[in-house]
């Protein structure tokens, strides 16, 4: 029957005749538009027929591509599309089917055209909206097809291109089908994304200079769009546009295993510029996603070359800068505990490096190169880690930035002894240990120079905390010079909230300062506490680090502009009295030690003459500022290397002795003190000479300990002692009275401290169960003490019932009050809680 109904075409079904006559009979004619808009009503007006009519256009298709008529393939696949568009039924789901079947078979041809030809029917496809869910369509074999057309390597750059542009085109239009709809395949799964980031980046890799290219293509002519990498790119824009929260990480882990299969990630060009795209892509409150996928990333090549881990570091640091403020994540500690770790394990390889194994003498000049070369790289990776600190810490809030702060400035490896003299300052044992705490301390300390510059902070203590404060000036008296500038610089970048500290150098100070345009706001109340507080702590850090012997000019030009900032930035009445005090104290040191090399005992007389004379236009006094002058013209007359310009030059000249020069060249202290006095400071202050008060471990040793809280004496009088009332006379005060009682607070002082030792080496070796019992006793006794207080000063009231206690009862002769209390027993008070009041007591 089939036989005869295909010899006799009025015997064969009504779709297939509609079908066969759309077709020319010369395929250059094209498709015949009247026989398509019959096809197409007769498709509208019977949808069941929808699903026969694409099998049968499918069969003609497959038909044709193996007889090589591509002509009638074209009008098969025009058909198609007309259908498609036209179509929306029910039944479209079995006609789809049909479709993406012959798309696959056009795919699937070596021929260019065939492969172009299906991708934008494909493409045409994907922008329809389809009325009714599919459950069972997959697309895997598209992604893998467009994916491989990508990568296209046709002898031919036009059609190569042509090929290129198809596959990107198809990727997108799987993407925009696929991606919104629940019901069709995850495109977002590993397999997929796997196979399509990589396509997209491989043509976006071929573009001559991907960084010059704008952060968004679309202000570019269509002309110079219709090339592979920017449609690559506008794809993967739009691929990243579309990524929800949870499918941020299957996206970005193909572009970073792409950048490590191709090497990309020196130089950094294309590695900066894709991550370019995908920050500015994706939406803002996922920028932290990237950044832990980055940080993940680092972790896992903490043991590949430097220059790659630098690469990373940098497209890291550029990602932190484009994220929106604060989208570091929750996690932020994690972000720089992990930089930190990196840095630790840099400086680890670095040294390594720098240690080749014990060979000849031949093979070890050979390895020295590469090892040097090594360390070269690794300093690298440092600075970009450092870089990348400071880039995260710009985009969080104060607070957090406060926190990154103490978290770093805990992590820096600072000796116990390192608080107490400078005689104590000795390295650490072992020249291995030395030089690996050294390196961390400064590249810490660098890290936590980046972080301090960018934070503004309107309080000093809110700045500062007491516990990262006395860490940083801990380290500001270590013996390494170089970590002694960083707290230096540290501290100015911390005082200096209104820009002055770029503008304050000695050689403009001893000129007019009024040119410089500072900025001087007045103290306000929390820094005044603050100075209060640290302000001795601060000064004496300070003293102590001018008599270290190793100082070069940076550190007193350091120096000078943090003297500078504390009189802009916290002034007051006492702080300045003690500047003052200070500044005369290191022209003593520069006089009095000879241990002091020259160049530094020549730079600490003109830090603290440059110091008063800007101090003296900072305070408006005549006086002072006249004495100043004085003393800067007799220096240039005959001492000019006692000035900053020579002192803090570049080849400052050699220092004689300074004892042979008169007192015109330096600054009178009792003069000094007598202008401000005038002034309206403390001239006995600034008269007396400066001493370090004791550092916080002394202080700290001064107070009582545990053992010693508890054991408090109390001694309880009876009020009706008659000693109560006599009173010491009154001693006469006298020279020797005066003399004695400071040679007894002295021996007291000694025994105090003898004390102190003998109870905390009780309490270091003793067992546990004497401790506890020398506690308990002293608490028993204290509590017996208090039961004493509590029974003399608190009475029992009144009883309502009309018993009065005998103590409080009305006086009787003696003989009766005896005789009562011998033969009557004393009644017992009645508690509050237990009495009964009247009724008209109830309020």
């Known amino acids: 029957m089939y036989g005869v109904c295909g010899c006799c075409g009025a015997l064969r079904p009504r779709y297939k005749r509609l079908v066969d006559n759309i077709f020319p009979e010369d395929p250059e004619d094209g498709l015949v538009k009247t026989n398509m808009e019959k096809l197409t009503f007769y498709a509208l007006s019977a949808p069941e027929k929808l699903d026969r009519i694409g099998a049968y256009l499918s069969e003609r298709l497959i038909r044709d591509v193996g007889r090589h008529r591509y002509g009638s393939v074209c009008i098969a696949m025009e058909a198609l599309d007309q259908l498609l568009m036209a179509c929306h039924c029910q039944s479209i789901n079995l006609f789809v089917e049909s479709f993406l079947k012959m798309v696959a078979k056009l795919l699937e041809s070596e021929k260019p055209n065939l492969q172009i030809l299906g991708t934008n029917s494909f493409v045409k496809f994907a922008n329809i909206e389809e009325d009714t869910p599919s459950y069972h369509r997959s697309y895997d074999f598209f992604v893998s097809r467009f994916s491989e057309m990508c990568h296209s390597s046709h002898a031919d750059p036009d059609v190569r291109a042509r090929i290129r542009m198809s596959g990107i085109k198809g990727l997108q239009g799987v993407v925009r089908k696929t991606v919104n709809d629940e019901l069709q395949a995850n495109i977002w799964e590993p397999q997929h994304m796997d196979k399509i980031v990589p396509s997209l980046l491989f043509n976006l890799q071929q573009a001559g200079n991907p960084q010059s290219r704008s952060p968004s293509p679309l202000q570019a002519s269509e002309k110079e769009q219709e090339n592979p990498w920017d449609l690559a790119e506008r794809c993967l824009r739009e691929l990243l546009g579309r990524a929800a929260y949870g499918n941020i990480k299957n996206a970005i882990k193909p572009v970073l295993i792409h950048l490590d299969n191709h090497s990309l990630w020196e130089p950094q060009v294309f590695a900066r510029s894709c991550f370019r795209i995908i920050m500015f892509s994706i939406q803002p409150q996922h920028s932290h996603l990237v950044i832990q996928q980055l940080l993940g990333h680092l972790d896992a090549n903490s043991r590949s070359a430097a220059p790659i881990r630098a690469g990373i570091v940098e497209v ?125 301390q400064i590249m810490l300390l660098k890290s936590l120079l980046q972080v301090s510059v960018g934070f503004q902070c309107s309080s000093m203590l809110t700045a500062l905390p007491s516990a990262f404060l006395e860490r940083l000036l801990s380290a500001a008296l270590l013996q390494d010079p170089e970590i002694r500038i960083f707290v230096l610089e540290i501290l100015c970048s911390f005082i200096d909230r209104r820009g002055n500290r770029h503008k304050l150098c000695p050689e403009s100070s001893v000129g007019d300062v009024s040119a410089l345009k500072l900025k001087v706001e007045k103290c306000s109340r929390q820094d005044s506490v603050f100075m209060k507080k640290h302000g001795s702590q601060l000064l004496r850090v300070l003293f102590l680090l001018a008599q270290q012997g190793n100082n070069s000019r940076d550190h007193f030009r350091a120096l000078f502009r943090l003297l500078a900032l504390l009189a802009l930035e916290l002034a007051t009445d006492d702080v300045i009295t003690d500047l003052v005090r200070l500044a005369l104290a290191l022209q003593a040191l520069a006089q009095e030690d000879p241990s002091l090399p020259g160049r530094s005992r020549c730079a600490l007389l003109a830090l603290s003459a440059a110091f008063l004379h800007l101090l003296g236009q900072l305070l408006g006094i005549p006086a002072l500022l006249q004495h100043t002058q004085e003393v800067i013209q007799a220096r240039q007359k005959e001492a000019p290397f006692l000035l900053p310009q020579e002192a803090f030059g570049d080849n400052p000249e050699s220092c004689p002795s300074l004892e042979q020069l008169g007192p015109e060249f330096f600054l009178w202290q009792s003069k000094i003190s007598e202008i401000l006095g005038s002034s309206g400071y403390s001239a006995e202050r600034i008269s007396a000479p400066y001493e370090p008060q004791s550092s916080d471990e002394e202080r700290l040793s001064k107070r009582k300990s545990i053992g010693e809280t508890i054991s408090l004496q109390v001694e309880v009088e009876s009020r009706n002692s008659p000693e109560r009332e006599q009173r010491a006379p009154a001693e006469e005060i006298t020279y020797e009275t005066l003399k004695k009682a400071i040679v007894d607070s002295v021996a007291v002082e000694e025994q105090e401290r003898e004390r102190r030792r003998q109870v905390v080496e009780r309490f270091q070796t003793a067992p546990f169960e004497e401790i506890a019992a020398h506690c308990g006793a002293r608490a028993m006794l204290l509590q017996s003490k208090l039961n004493q207080i509590f029974e003399i000063t608190i009475r029992p009231p009144p009883s309502p019932s009309g018993a009065v206690p005998l103590a409080l009862g009305p006086a009787q002769p003696q003989s009766q009050s005896q005789s009562q209390s011998q033969s009557q027993p004393q009644p017992h008070s009645i508690p509050v809680y237990e009495m009964k009041f009247p009724d008209l007591c109830v309020y």
């Open 316 to 440: 890291l640091s550029e990602a932190a800068g484009i994220a929106a403020s604060g989208s570091v994540g929750p996690t932020v500690l994690e972000v720089f505990n992990t930089l930190l770790r990196q840095l630790r394990l840099s400086i680890d390889l670095a040294l390594s490096a720098c240690e080749p194994p014990a060979t000849d003498g031949h093979t070890a000049a050979t390895d020295r190169r590469p090892a040097a070369t090594s360390a070269a790289q690794e300093r690298g990776f440092q600075e970009a880690v450092i870089r990348t600190i400071g880039s995260f810490s710009g985009t969080l809030p104060p607070y957090q930035q406060s926190e990154v702060m103490i978290f770093i400035m805990n992590k820096v490896p600072i000796p116990e002894n390192s608080q107490n003299s400078r005689n104590s300052l000795e390295p650490p044992a072992g020249p291995d240990g030395e030089n690996r705490n050294r390196l961390t």
